[in-house]
T-cell receptor
Framework: DAGVTQSPTHLIKTRGQQVTLRCSPKSGHDTVSWYQQALGQGPQFIFQYYEEEERQRGNFPDRFSGHQFPNYSSELNVNALLLGDSALYLC???????????????FGPGTRLTVT | AQSVSQHNHHVILSEAASLELGCNYSYGGTVNLFWYVQYPGQHLQLLLKYFSGDPLVKGIKGFEAEFIKSKFSFNLRKPSVQWSDTAEYFCAVNLPSGGGSYIPTFGRGTSLIVHP
């Protein structure tokens, strides 16, 4: 049973560039959420995709956008990169959207983005 | 603003010592509560969760947590830690973001080191 996979593992970009990160959910899951984890901090919710639509969004600017494909995989796009965007980006999958928010989430290994 | 607080950022214990990690949140309504663990070099994984019912929740690897609504707390406990419990522990709470939606909000984490 394949878990959540993310690519690439590491990425180095320059300020002002754009980046795309990819995520494949755990088999059987249809919901994908993205998180940003800065060094020494807990994951911070960016947004969630379900049925190919953005359902929830955290406190992140419009430079952060995403997409979900019919096979439930997802992309996170960040435009006009800033030094402060350097972080570990985590993808988590779950099945549907339960009462009071998310049910159990399964996390991927993350993509380490460094902006220079 | 609604938040999740983990007061112990770094904890160092010897094997067989008892563990209690604090987690408090700032919201008076009904919530879903989680503890996640990240072992060195591994993904974030769920330790235990509370949605309703018995406020004493048992998770994997001998961990348990108690939900005390009056104190807005969900503390994690283990009677006797092992060296293999060395990891980063995150408390997460689904907090309302408006419009009936809930967003998973993580604490900044507690780094636990267990000496053999």
């Amino acid at each position: 049973d394949a878990g959540v996979t993310q690519s690439p593992t590491h990425l180095i970009k320059t300020r002002g560039q754009q980046v795309t990160l990819r995520c494949s959910p755990k088999s059987g899951h249809d919901t994908v959420s993205w998180y940003q984890q800065a060094l020494g901090q807990g994951p911070q919710f960016i947004f969630q995709y379900y049925e190919e639509e953005e359902r929830q969004r955290g406190n992140f600017p419009d430079r952060f956008s995403g997409h979900q494909f019919p096979n439930y995989s997802s992309e996170l796009n960040v435009n006009a990169l800033l030094l402060g965007d350097s972080a570990l980006y985590l993808c988590a999958s779950s099945l549907g959207v339960g009462i009071r928010g998310y049910e159990e989430q399964y996390f991927g290994p993350g993509t380490r983005l460094t902006v220079t | 603003a609604q938040s999740v607080s983990q007061h112990n950022h770094h904890v160092i214990l010897s094997e067989a010592a008892s563990l209690e990690l604090g987690c408090n949140y700032s919201y008076g309504g009904t919530v879903n509560l989680f503890w996640y663990v990240q072992y060195p070099g591994q993904h974030l994984q769920l330790l235990l969760k509370y949605f309703s019912g018995d406020p004493l929740v048992k998770g994997i690897k001998g961990f348990e947590a108690e939900f005390i609504k009056s104190k807005f707390s969900f503390n994690l406990r283990k009677p006797s830690v092992q060296w293999s419990d060395t990891a980063e522990y995150f408390c997460a709470v689904n907090l309302p973001s408006g419009g009936g939606s809930y967003i998973p909000t993580f604490g900044r984490g507690t780094s636990l080191i267990v000496h053999p």
